[in-house]
């Protein structure tokens, strides 16, 4: 079984930080995390990709969050980051978090699985 799990979600006043976190596990083989994205859904609003990293350390993020968030891996532990600074009541919204597993399959074979999370809660108010 292939699975992600967001934390570290909750309410905080407007200018405050949060740190959300993405643990991967792999039930029957070694892993790592090969690239990992994390989307943000508002109520009434379509998902939004706001912090994409890939296995290099190469990161990408849109304006409305550019300078405020900031996303990392853990590869030992295989765990993903988004460190959250300055937050708005904009930035309310559930976090998901999407991660490339690459699974050790056999000698020298990968597997590679898409997994999403359930989703960790964020408020923030004015």
């Known amino acids: 079984q292939v699975q992600v799990a967001e934390s570290g979600g909750g309410s905080v006043q407007a200018g405050g930080s949060l740190t959300l976190s993405c643990a991967a596990s792999?039930?029957?083989?070694?892993?790592?995390?090969?690239?990992m994205g994390w989307y943000r859904q508002a109520p009434g609003k379509q998902r939004e990709l706001v912090a994409q990293?890939?296995?290099?350390?190469?990161?990408a993020y849109p304006d409305s969050v550019k300078d405020r968030f900031t996303i990392s891996i853990d590869n030992a532990k295989n765990i993903g980051y988004l460190q959250m600074n300055g937050l708005e009541p904009e930035d309310t919204a559930v976090y998901y978090c999407?991660?490339?597993?690459?699974?050790?399959?056999?000698?020298?074979?990968?597997?590679?699985?898409?997994?999403w999370g359930q989703g960790t809660r964020v408020t923030v108010s004015s």
């Open positions: 999407n991660a490339d597993i690459w699974v050790h399959h056999g000698s020298s074979g990968i597997d590679q699985f898409d997994s």
């Open positions: 792999v039930s029957w083989s070694t892993f790592f995390i090969n690239a």
């Open positions: 990293i890939d296995k290099a350390g190469t990161t």
